[in-house]
């Protein structure tokens, strides 16, 4: 799962999943999906909170996080991007080699099941 940490997160993760909904390597190998928070009691809606993402075969982690960085780097203010595997949380922040790479190595572990689902 990723979260946007910015003032207009719901506007971020939108734009977020529809850049990576168009990258041809992270497209064919994965299935994003928006996921709301509920509304808390009395309230109209609720709002966009995390993008989740389901990898299949042929995932690429190094492209996948390619794939965020390049996205960062078109905001007017690259947002902090939060990526949740397993358990364990790693933020990109300025977009470092040293962070990429801890991206990368997050999202290319295995889940303690086994499996690879739910990779970001």
């Keep these: 799962m990723m979260k946007v940490s910015e003032d207009d997160q719901e506007t971020e993760l939108r734009s977020l999943h529809a850049w990576l909904g168009q990258a041809p390597e992270v497209r064919g190998s994965a299935t994003l999906s928006l996921v709301e928070q509920p509304a808390p009691s009395g309230a109209m809606g609720g709002w966009l909170d995390t993008l989740q993402v389901v990898t299949e075969n042929g995932w690429s982690a190094a492209s996948f996080v390619m794939a965020v960085v390049t996205w960062r780097q ?43 689902d739910d990779a970001a």
């Design 74 to 116: 078109t905001r007017p203010r690259p947002p902090r991007v939060v990526v949740r595997h397993g358990g364990v949380e790693v933020a990109l922040t300025e977009g470092t080699d040293a962070e990429i790479q801890q991206v990368i190595e997050l999202l290319s572990r295995q889940t303690p099941d086994g499996g690879e």
